[in-house]
């Protein structure tokens, strides 16, 4: 039987530690996936943190963006590899919207809708976050989301407070990477390694 390929939207957030290089090195861990392929990451957007109250200036910021890929696995078989990604980058579940080293959401699974326990994709809030639409449209200027429209309405919709990532990490070297180009394929892990 040949496997499906199915394209994937994928979100990142972190707002603890090395944000930025816990991003990339994620994105570099879920490329080297077998049954994950051509995985191309957006810039880097910093954004205020999300409460369940609202936005909390006084709370660390986040670092976010998204990828796009192309999958063979099972829509949870992907979600099992991305938490096992989260925890091997220090992610712990403690509290809802708390504080993360990283946080990988699943946005679109091609154009499936599924609901569960365990999993609801398109993402439910995807449509009321600039954080996710604001690089998706980095990547991809035509970006439909699927239920609410064009992202780029959705975005003169909501009012954009993202700002470009300055590679302001404690402990990192500044990364620029807002002033990248839109798109930055992610080589596997393998690809890299000399």
Do not use: C
Not at 56 to 65: E, I, Q, R, S, T
Not at 113 to 125: G, K, N, Y
Not at 177 to 191: H, L, N, Q
Request: proline share 8%.
């Amino acid at each position: 039987m040949i496997a499906q390929v199915v394209p994937v939207l994928l979100a990142f957030g972190a707002n603890q530690g090395g944000r930025a290089d816990t991003i990339r090195a994620a994105q570099r861990d879920l490329a080297a996936t077998p049954g994950i392929a051509q995985l191309t990451a957006s810039p880097l957007r910093e954004t205020v943190a999300l409460t369940p109250s609202g936005p909390d200036p006084l709370a660390p910021k986040y670092v976010n963006g998204v990828a796009l890929a192309e999958t063979t696995l099972s829509p949870h078989e992907l979600l099992d590899v991305m938490q096992r990604v989260e925890h091997e980058h220090g992610r712990v579940r403690a509290e809802r919207w708390g504080d993360r080293t990283l946080d990988i959401d699943l946005i679109l699974f091609g154009g499936r809708v599924i609901s569960d326990e365990r999993l609801t994709v398109p993402h439910p809030r995807a449509h009321e976050r600039d954080f996710v639409l604001a690089p998706w449209l980095a990547l991809d200027a035509d970006a439909v989301l699927m239920g609410h429209g064009r992202v780029q309405e959705l975005l003169e919709r909501i009012g954009d407070t993202t700002a470009p990532f300055s590679g302001n990490d404690p402990g990192t070297q500044p990364q620029h990477d807002g002033e990248r180009g839109a798109r930055e394929y992610v080589a596997p892990a393998s690809e890299t390694r000399p």
